[in-house]
């Protein structure tokens, strides 16, 4: 809250949506309430009803989901992303900037793509908390999927391109340091990748099979290219040896 708190730029709403915490949450909420467009704590239905429901609260032309633990890097983040969405007249439904991730204390740098396309989203995905998304689009396509627990927002940057020609424009800036304890973090959670398999089926059924097969053939290949380089190396090492 206090690196959004101390932004350069102020031409923004800023919107807290809390499920109803009892850890002095509210508490904090309603002592910085003067800072904040619009607040509430009660429960709700998970995180992307949550998201959904800030929302709906938002009249700007680009919204920025962040996180719990999330941080904006430095005072000038929304002030340079503002700088650049008008620079490019608004053109794009998505502005993204570059990451750093926190784990087990160390810092690591998380740069976004240069593009995107389906390929990439089979595998991966934007980053949430530094991804400005354009309202309109959010609304026009309904939000996020409140069914999922885990991967609705994955799932609508995927819809957004593949059914609304949606436009993607890389952010040459650092904006957001990312707390990687979040479970959408962890890219071998079974709850996550059962998600993301029943919405490549349902969703994209004709791209999926096709997709499963060549995933299935590079994994092989990863294999094959290198179990040959660590045979490579074991004749090196043994060439050294011998010398």
Not at 54 to 70: C, E, H, P, Q, V
Not at 137 to 150: A, D, R, V
Request: hydrophobic fraction near 35%.
């Amino acid at each position: 809250m206090q690196s959004v708190f101390e932004q350069s730029f102020k031409d923004f709403e800023y919107i807290v949506i809390d499920g109803g915490s009892t850890d002095g949450s509210k508490e904090l909420l309603q002592s910085c309430s003067s800072k904040i467009t619009y607040w509430v704590s009660e429960k709700d239905n998970g995180i992307y009803h949550a998201m959904n429901k800030g929302a709906a609260k938002s009249t700007g032309n680009y919204l920025l989901f962040l996180n719990a633990a999330d941080v904006l890097t430095d005072k000038k983040v929304i002030e340079k992303v503002a700088d650049e969405i008008i620079k490019t007249n608004e053109r794009y439904s998505f502005y993204t900037g570059n990451m750093q991730l926190i784990k087990n204390g160390f810092i690591a740098e998380s740069p976004m793509p240069a593009e995107v396309s389906f390929n990439y989203f089979f595998k991966s995905s934007l980053c949430h908390p530094s991804t400005f998304i354009a309202n309109k689009l959010f609304k026009t396509i309904g939000g996020y999927n409140e069914e999922n627990k885990i991967v609705s927002d994955w799932e609508f940057f995927l819809t957004a391109f593949t059914q609304y020609n949606a436009t993607y424009y890389k952010l040459n800036i650092l904006t957001t340091l990312f707390d990687t304890n979040g479970i959408s973090a962890n890219p071998l959670d079974k709850k996550m990748n059962e998600e993301r398999q029943k919405a490549l089926e349902t969703k994209f059924p004709f791209f999926y099979q096709d997709y499963k097969r060549f995933n299935e053939i590079e994994n092989e290949y990863k294999k094959y290219y290198y179990s040959r380089l660590h045979q490579l190396l074991a004749r090196l090492i043994s060439v050294f040896r011998k010398k």
